[in-house]
Structures are given as C-alpha cells and as structure tokens.
T-cell receptor
C-alpha cells in the first residue's frame, strides 16, 4: 500500500458526460501528479500540483482540468467525455525536497466511456 | 525534452534465471533520475529501484539491480533468480533536474516467467 488513495476504483459513463476523479496523497506529500495510461498512448503525464498551485502541465486536454485543495487532496475533472478518454488514471505524490523524486502511485481509477 | 526507449515489447524467462530489461534514455539535463516500476495485471504501479545520474555505484534492491551506463545513456534492469510473481509489465522512467518534476515513461516491457 503506497499510502495514496484514489476514488472511485472504476467508473463507467457515457460519451458527453462529466466525471470527477479524486486523489488523496500520502501524509506530508505536497506534490500531486496525474497520469493517464491508455493502450495507444502508454503512460502520459497530465498535470502536477504543488501545495495547491499548478506546477507543470503535460498532455492534458482542454476538456480536462484539475485542482488541489488546502487539505492537499486533488481532483481531476474530465468533461465532454469521448470514447478515447477510456483509460486508467493514476495519481501519484512525492515528498517536497526529496531529491530522488520517487513518486508513490495510487491504485488508479479505471474509466470506461461507452 | 526527455525520452525513454524500451525496445523489448515482451520477454520470456525461465524461473530462477536472471533477465535483463533494456532501457535507453535521452535528456539534455545535467542532473536526472532514473526509475523502474512494475505493473502487475492488477494494475497498480510498484516502485522497484532508483538511480541518480551522479550516483557512482549501480543501484541494487534485493533481486533488482540497475546496470547504469551513463556514456551510453542506458539504465537496464536486471532481475536475478526470477520468480513466477515477477510476471508483469515493467516501465523505465526518468525525471530531470530536481525532485519535484513529472516522470517520463517508456512504453514498457511485458515479462513472462515460465515455470
């Protein structure tokens, strides 16, 4: 158990809908990262937050947004969903000041868009 | 920009044998970190081993060792004494410069351990 929690574990929805994925980082970790794992694109970085502020942006679509709250949990919002958004979404967290940069991954949320 | 290349989509190894999973990387950052993660069929990402670009010695963690050749920009994972439970996808990843930066992943190698 990495200490990172993600809910829900599975999500099935229809095209055009909006969903919210939730992540709680390990206690004390200030950085939260969101990754998307799909069959065709592999594991891709979406967005990073550090202590409530957006730190880095990767291949995140405009239909997707995220935020990190004062208690450091984070939410990833996916809207106008398309079939191609079906994927495993991971949240990871890391310790501030840890030069190794080891990231601890949550169990993932498997999103299926029908 | 950073790039990770894993050229072996799939590998087979006999139980109790050693296996090497290849990983090459490309970066212009003077300082970086290299990681290996294991993803079993259940889907979770399990951290295996880390190598810093300035580390003088190759990293080892139990049955896992990282064969780091900086000049060749390679960071191969060696698993000794393979076990059936080692069957999984293995991802090589890197981050640049500082600790709090996103990881860039390779496409992975699927390892199958045969009894």
């Amino acid at each position: 158990d990495s200490g990172v929690t993600q809910t829900p574990k599975h999500l099935i929805t229809a095209t055009g809908q909006r969903v919210t994925l939730r992540c709680s980082p390990r206690s004390g970790d200030l950085s939260v990262y969101w990754y998307q794992q799909s069959l065709d694109q592999g594991l891709q970085f979406l967005i990073q937050y550090y202590n409530g502020e957006e730190r880095a942006k990767g291949n995140i679509l405009e239909r997707f947004s995220a935020q990190q709250f004062p208690d450091l949990h984070s939410e990833l919002n996916l809207s106008s969903l398309e079939l191609g958004d079906s994927a495993l979404y991971f949240c990871a967290s890391s310790v501030a000041g840890d030069l190794t940069g080891e990231q601890f991954f949550g169990p993932g949320t498997r999103l299926t868009v029908l | 920009a950073q790039k990770i290349t894993q050229t072996q989509p799939g590998m087979f190894v006999q139980e109790k044998e050693a296996v090497t999973l290849d990983c090459t990387y490309d970066t212009s950052d003077p300082s970086y970190g290299l990681f290996w993660y294991k993803q079993p069929s259940s889907g979770e990402m399990i951290f295996l081993i880390y190598q810093g670009s300035y580390d003088q010695q190759n990293a080892t963690e139990g049955r896992y060792s990282l064969n780091f050749q900086k000049a060749r920009k390679s960071a191969n994972l060696v698993i000794s004494a393979s076990q059936l439970g080692d069957s999984a996808m293995y991802f090589c990843a890197m981050r640049g410069n500082s600790g709090n930066t996103p990881l860039v992943f390779g496409k992975g190698t699927r390892l199958s351990v045969i009894a």
